[in-house]
């Protein structure tokens, strides 16, 4: 079975400090995804990343896939209190075909 | 123009109960998917179908039965309800590496 261990569980900062959360597996996965869900919804794809080593950007929000694509990391810089929520880091094995493997999530907390 | 459905939003029911959760996908994706997400958040996958055939069945007690009368509808049919199927259920569908979550249902069982 696979397993990722996600962390922390629960983070709170204040507003423009930088936070790193991370997720590691002793399992490789094809492609590893971060999701973030709102109270009320279902989560929400925020990047996929595929090739061991790749780091991909989105705004204040630095992503990165490990060597071995068994670990992945978070970096937010500069949070801001809309970045508050639940973050969920997601393995997907057969590109996604038998449903993702889901850590147990961050919940993070960006105070003003 | 909402891309993946779910009804009800909230269900309450009693202990022994048989339910039903629809899922409509609009996207014309051929895989979906059902999650369980327990009250510590944990997301957990149930069910995948694949062209109206299921794909892999994880440790889920066999009282929980999807169903696809389409290729756009995957519904979750739950027997005898115990107090343990209280949570959050989240239908998807995936096209490529990305999967489309619905809503959720809340479900509670009393």
């Known amino acids: 079975t696979q397993l990722l261990e996600q962390s922390p569980q629960f983070l709170s900062i204040q507003e423009g400090e930088n936070l790193t959360v991370y997720c590691n597996s002793s399992?490789?996965?094809?492609?590893l995804q971060w999701y973030r869900q709102e109270p009320g919804e279902g989560p929400v794809l925020l990047v996929t990343v595929v090739t061991g080593g790749e780091v991909k950007k989105l705004k204040r929000l630095t992503f990165q896939f490990g060597d071995a694509r068994k670990d992945s990391s978070l970096h937010i810089t500069a949070a801001q209190p809309g970045d508050t929520g639940l973050y969920l880091c997601?393995?997907?094995?057969?590109?996604?075909?038998?449903?993702?493997?889901f850590g147990k999530g961050t919940h993070l907390i960006i105070q003003p | 123009d909402t891309a993946v459905s779910q009804t009800p939003k909230y269900l309450v029911t009693q202990m022994g109960n048989d339910k039903s959760i629809k899922c409509e996908q609009n996207?014309?994706?051929?895989?979906m998917y059902w999650y369980k997400q327990d009250s510590k958040k944990f997301l957990k996958i149930m069910f995948s179908y694949n062209n109206k055939e299921l794909i892999i069945n994880e440790t889920v007690p066999n009282r929980f039965s999807p169903k696809s009368p389409d290729k756009a509808h995957l519904n979750l049919h739950i027997n005898s309800l115990e107090l343990g199927d209280s949570a959050v259920y989240f239908c998807a569908s995936r096209e490529g590496g990305q999967q489309f979550f619905g809503p959720g249902t809340r479900l509670t069982v009393l």
């Open positions: 399992s490789v996965f094809s492609s």
């Open positions: 996207l014309g994706h051929d895989t």
């Open positions: 997601a393995g997907a094995s057969r590109g996604g075909a038998d449903g993702l493997t």
